[in-house]
């Protein structure tokens, strides 16, 4: 058994010591990053095989419910790490990212297999690396992350990782093999983290970008909205003289005043001087007119 500090001996150190030609790469982790691929892509691209688990569901078709806390990372944050963590803004801004997810994509199709946990059974994080003559198995692993792998800090206090040997090791090989082989509970994912890997590199057109900008920056919002929030049409109010008098702009504004007030009961409605606001106002006192609501 040897103790890693990842301070003066780094996991990234000692996995170059260790990963072979024709090795067997088996990882459990909750996130996976290019740039930790990046550390380790002269040996990764020797290996004969790699297989990866999302030790709590990510790029899932099911996704787990909003009102649900999970112990560590959010979902959309694993899902995002793929072109970097938080801790990895560094190497975004080198501007590299284009050519190291081509290079990790190529990689991933030759050798990669991506699977995720659909349950909401929680996994602990490992490595293990099969050679020829010895196995070797690191833990606890978190995720394959430049931080996790000791080439950038991040903000734990410590992040010590034990080696295990032969035979100790081929417990965690024999655990990772029976959890990898259950579809019950992964689900191969391998063709969506590739896809999204891809579109780092991909060509877009300037519709493609402005739309994934507006989901970047509305898609909480938008699964936040519940149907009790949105306006009822059913009362009617669309059909006022109130609403009929009203600019786009102000109709625009009734609907966004009214689901505030659902949502937080209060609400500001701040345009210029000019523009309205007493009309508009009065479009969402007819709206709650009409649901028989008194404020």
Known sequence: MKIINNINDTLKEDLIGVIHKNSKVAIAASCFSIYAYQELRKQLKEIAEFKFFFTSPTFTTKKAGKEKREFFI??????????????????????????????????????????????????GGFINVQNEKDSFTYMPVNGFTTVDLGSERGNNIYNMVNRFEAPFSFEYVKLFNEIWQNKEKLQNVTDIVLDNITTVYRENTPEFIYYVVLYNVFSEFLEEITEDELPNDATGFKVSKIWNMLYNFQKDAVLAIINKLEKYNSCILADSVGLGKTYTALAVIKYYENRNYTY
Do not use: H
């Not at 990895?88 to 081509?102: D, F, M, P, S, W």
């Open 74 to 123: 959010p979902q959309l944050n694993r899902e995002k790490s793929l072109y970097g963590t938080e801790f990895e803004i560094k190497l975004r801004n080198e501007l590299t990212q284009k050519a190291i997810a081509k290079e990790c994509a190529d990689w991933i199709r030759q050798k990669a297999v991506f699977k995720s946990n659909m349950t909401q059974e929680s996994m």
